[in-house]
Structure formats: C-alpha cells, structure tokens
C-alpha cells in the first residue's frame, strides 16, 4: 500500500454488555441464536469478547502501516453515517451481520456503503443475499453443474411430509449459519423423526425447514481469496475419527461453540487436508466456480462433503467468513503462508483498489 490507509472496522454489537462471563447461566442445550433470541455465544475457554478481538485487530493493523479505528454502530445508522462523515476513512472493514436482530439486514448495511461510494471489504449485497439462504444457493450452484445433496423444502406444517429422498437425511433452518439449529437430531432414520424435526424447526425459527440427503464422508472447508484473480487456499479437514459412536460426525452447533461439550473437541481441523492430486484439483475448481457463481469477493468459505463415492458435494458458500486469528479462514491462509495481519492488508487491499470503480459522495 502506497499512502498509510484509513481504515472503519466496522462491527455492530448493541448490546456489548451481554459479554460477561457468565457460563453457569448459560442453559444447556439451547441452540437458539438468530433472530429469535437476544443471546451471545460465548463461554469461559474464550479469552477475548467479540469486541476485544476488532480492537485487537485494529492495534495489530496500526502496528502494521495501516491508520485503523473501531466503529460498534450498536444498531443506529446514524453513528455510522456520523463517523464517517467525521473521519472519512478510506475503506471500511465490514464485520456488519445484523441490524437490529435481522440476519437479513446484513445485505442492506453494504448497499448503504455502496451508495456513499466507498470501498469496503467483502462480498457485496447481492453475494450476501444469494448465500443467506441455503436453497437459492443450491439452486444456483445446480444451474452451473455443481453437486449439492438433493433436497426438499417445507414451507409449512402439514400431517405428512412427502417426499423421494433417501434416508438418513438431514433438515436444518433454511436461513441461518453458524450451525444454528444442526445438532444431532437434526439427522433422521425415519419418516416419523423426519416429521418431529420438521415441526421443531418450523415452530422454532419460524423459517422454512431444508431436508436434505446426508452425505457420510469427509468434510472440507475451502477457503477463497481475491477479487477477480481468486485463489484457493489450503484445504481444511474435519477430522471426526475420534467423534463417540452416539453421534453423527457432522459440526453442530455444539461442536462449534460449546466447549462443555464432547463434539468440540472431537471434530478437529487438519490444514492442509490430505488429499489425491486428482481429487484436490477437482475441488479447487469446484470452490472458484461456487464463489464466482454466489458473487462473492475477498474471502469466503466454501463447505463440501466428499462422499464415500468420491463425489463432491457443496453444503454451502459463506461469504465474509469469520477471520479470527488461527481458527477457519485464517487457519488456510495461515499454512499458505500468510500471516495474520498479510491476510488483512491483502483484504484491505481488494477493496481499496475498486475505489477507482466507485464516486465517493461523502461530504
Ligand atoms: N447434507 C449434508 N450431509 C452431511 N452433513 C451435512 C449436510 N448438511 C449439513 N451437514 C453438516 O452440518 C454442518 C452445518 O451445515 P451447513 O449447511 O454448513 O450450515 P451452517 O451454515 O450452519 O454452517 C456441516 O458442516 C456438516 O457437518
Ligand atoms: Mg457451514
């Protein structure tokens, strides 16, 4: 980078003192986050809050040649609008995921920034809409040849759920991430469990319930970086060899946040995975062609399972994925040999040579 950037991490946390380190309060068992609930995953193993880990970012940055500063909107768009009319940043750092509780918002925060003409991080609205839901997403990718598991969508209650699919299957909230209602249950043997799951997703996320074919076999983690050149970066394994025999090997909610439980430390990641050339480069192309089809930009992560039958399955196309420092994307970036704060600035970078792309109209 040329001149010494000024760069708006931009979070929005409206509520930071939920962060305190309760655990003993925490119910077990509740799997609830989204739209439905005001609570925060977070559990005594971790050392930083959410909040820490953005100032921890921006420190790093400063160390590093970069002008960087804070922003927690907390749910108000005119702290936003206020700020950088203030300090004018060149590019901001976009970690914005809801608005006021709505997942579906996050889309609506990049338009904005869109329309005050300055160059921000990551995938744009577009990207960010076709991947918050897990059918169009899959309806996308089958439209230019990738696998996904076959499917079907309900809407709505009904007495019978009929479909053609073979069991086990799986059904997960069609609009959530993050594992957000994928547990254990979540795979079913039957038409009866089929049905119980169904219901228990329709009623308590009141959003359409995904059953999809389950797909036993390894799990790869692929992450993409860049903007028109992308570029695969080491392929992550979860290794789930040593995951008990009463539960699936699949990464559910528990295996993903709660350290009280035995799926978290069971589903391990192994960057690089081992692979065969032949299937290795079969996946590299199938994640650039999934990250150009979705739109994305930057950094996204793309989720597949390789069948038993050496098919490659895409699961879903993450966008702006999470970037903390040795865990998921930042692990694949990291074993390519980019240190933490590289992979940032290379970030930062993307987005600031589009601004010859846009008219910045802040006054
Ligand atoms: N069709 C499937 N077959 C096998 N495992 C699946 C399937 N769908 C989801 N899973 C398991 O559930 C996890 C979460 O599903 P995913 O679709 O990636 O949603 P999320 O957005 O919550 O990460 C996956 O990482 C995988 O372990
Ligand atoms: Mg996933």
């Not at 609205?125 to 899959?138: E, G, H, Y």
């Amino acid at each position: 980078m040329k001149k010494k950037l000024k760069v708006a991490v931009i979070f929005n946390e409206a509520n930071p003192e939920l962060y305190i380190k309760k655990p003993k309060e925490f119910p077990s068992g509740l799997t609830h986050v989204g739209k439905n609930t005001n609570f925060v995953p977070y559990f005594e193993y971790d050392n930083l809050t959410p909040i820490e880990e953005y100032e921890l970012m921006a420190s790093r940055l400063n160390q590093e040649g970069v002008e960087a500063y804070v922003l927690n909107i907390k749910d108000d768009i005119d702290v936003l609008l206020k700020n950088i009319k203030k300090h004018k940043p060149d590019v901001v750092f976009n970690f914005v995921e809801v608005y006021k509780d709505n997942a579906r918002l996050e889309m609506n925060m990049v338009g904005l920034l869109e329309l005050l003409g300055i160059p921000y991080t990551g995938a744009p609205p577009m990207a960010l809409a076709n991947c918050q839901s897990k059918v169009l997403t899959k309806r996308l990718l089958n439209a230019v040849g990738i696998l996904t598991p076959q499917f079907i969508v309900f809407r709505h209650k009904l007495t019978q759920y009929k479909h053609k699919l073979q069991f086990p299957l799986i059904i997960k909230p069609a609009f959530e991430d993050a594992s957000a209602g994928i547990e254990n249950e979540s795979i079913v043997m039957d038409n009866k469990e089929l049905k119980d799951r169904i219901n228990y997703v329709l009623k308590y996320f009141d959003q359409p319930a995904l059953v999809e074919e389950f797909i036993e076999g390894r799990e790869l983690n692929v992450a993409v970086m860049g903007d028109k050149d992308s570029v695969v970066l080491p392929i992550s394994e979860i290794d789930f060899s040593e995951m008990p025999e009463h539960l699936h090997n699949i990464v559910s909610y528990q295996a993903k946040w709660d350290p009280h439980n035995v799926a978290y430390h069971k589903t391990i990641p192994i960057c690089p995975a081992v692979l065969t050339k032949r299937i290795e480069e079969k996946v590299h192309s199938i994640a650039i062609k999934a990250f150009k089809t979705m739109g994305c930009r930057d950094y996204a992560r793309v989720d597949m399972r390789l069948s038993k039958d050496k098919k490659i399955y895409v699961l879903e196309v993450n966008p702006n994925p999470d970037l903390t420092e040795g865990a998921g994307f930042m692990r694949s970036a990291e074993a390519a040999g980019y240190s933490y704060t590289t992979t940032l600035k290379k970030i930062i970078n993307y987005a600031w040579k589009r601004r010859k792309n846009v008219r910045n109209f802040v006054k």
